[in-house]
C-alpha cells in the first residue's frame, strides 16, 4: 500500500510539475533570454518539486504522528514512535519529489527562449 502512494504522488507531481513547465512558457524563454542557463531552469523546477514533496511529507508525518499519539491507547500492539518514522518518510518523499521533478525540468531546460517568447 505504501509503494502504490509513493507511486500516485510521484505521478500526481510529475503531471503538476509538467503542467507547471507548460504554464510559465513565457517565464521560461524571459529567463533565458536574460542569460539563464538551461542548468539553472532545470534547477528551478526540481528545487520547486522538491519543496512540494517536503511540506507533503512533513504534513503527512505531523498528521500521523499526531493522530497515533492520540489513538495509542485503543490501539492494542504498542507502538515506538522515534526518529526513523519521522525521517525515513521525509527521505523516501523527497527521493520520489526529485525523481518525477526530473523530467519535466529536462523538458522546461530544452525550451529555447526565441520560441517560448514567441509562444506569448
Known amino acids: ?22 504554464d510559465r512558457v513565457c517565464e521560461i524563454g524571459l529567463r533565458r533570454a536574460l542569460g539563464a542557463e538551461p542548468r539553472d531552469i532545470a534547477q528551478l523546477f526540481v528545487v520547486e518539486g522538491l519543496l512540494i514533496a517536503a511540506v507533503g511529507a512533513v504534513a503527512g508525518v505531523l498528521i500521523s504522528h ?5 489513538t495509542q ?4 500492539c504498542p507502538i515506538k ?6 525521517l525515513l518518510p521525509i527521505l523516501l518523499s523527497l527521493l520520489v519529489g526529485g525523481l518525477a521533478s526530473y523530467r519535466p525540468a529536462m523538458a522546461a531546460a530544452r525550451i529555447a527562449p526565441a520560441e517560448a517568447l514567441r509562444n506569448e
Open 1 to 22: 500500500v505504501a509503494f502504490l502512494c509513493l507511486a500516485l504522488g510521484g505521478t500526481t507531481l510529475a503531471a503538476l510539475m509538467i503542467a507547471g513547465v507548460r
Open 66 to 70: 499526531l493522530f497515533l499519539l492520540l
Open 73 to 76: 491507547s485503543l490501539i492494542p
Open 81 to 86: 514512535l522515534g526518529a526513523g518514522t519521522l
